[in-house]
């Protein structure tokens, strides 16, 4: 037969289990909760360069089509005697300094350097 002090201590021993049980469940949670949060405010960032970089591309766009336009009426227009080059193409696409320059085929050595992806 289990004694009522038996029996405390094994309530006791379940209690404590279940606190580091629920303990570790919280710290998970919060830990979880704050990564997304982190993931949020870094999707809410990119969301604002996106649509900054959009009123740039259709400003840019708006430009070429006046030049295509004056150029097929024959009329004199600024620009346009080159392309951008494959480097100028990937930092508008995000990527930084670093990634451009240890992009391979952004090398001179590999012969592309200059490469245009339009």
């Known amino acids: 037969m289990v004694t009522p002090e038996e029996q405390r201590t094994l309530q006791l021993e379940n209690a404590e289990a279940d606190e580091r049980f629920w303990?570790?469940?919280h710290d998970m949670h919060q830990e979880s909760?704050?990564?997304?949060k982190q993931l949020a405010a870094n999707a809410e960032r990119k969301v604002t360069e996106n649509e900054a970089a959009i009123a740039n591309a259709t400003a840019k766009k708006a430009e070429a089509k006046k030049r295509i336009e004056g150029l097929k009426k024959g009329e004199d227009v600024a620009g346009?005697?080159?392309?951008?080059?494959?480097?100028?193409?990937?930092?508008?696409?995000?990527?930084?300094?670093?990634?451009?320059h240890n992009e391979p085929?952004?090398?001179?050595?590999?012969?592309l350097e200059g490469h245009s992806l339009g």
Do not use: F, P, Q
């Open 33 to 36: 909760a704050e990564g997304h």
């Open 80 to 100: 346009g005697l080159s392309r951008l080059s494959y480097k100028e193409c990937l930092k508008l696409l995000g990527w930084n300094a670093s990634d451009v």
């Open 105 to 111: 085929s952004t090398r001179a050595d590999t012969g």
């Open 23 to 25: 303990d570790g469940l």
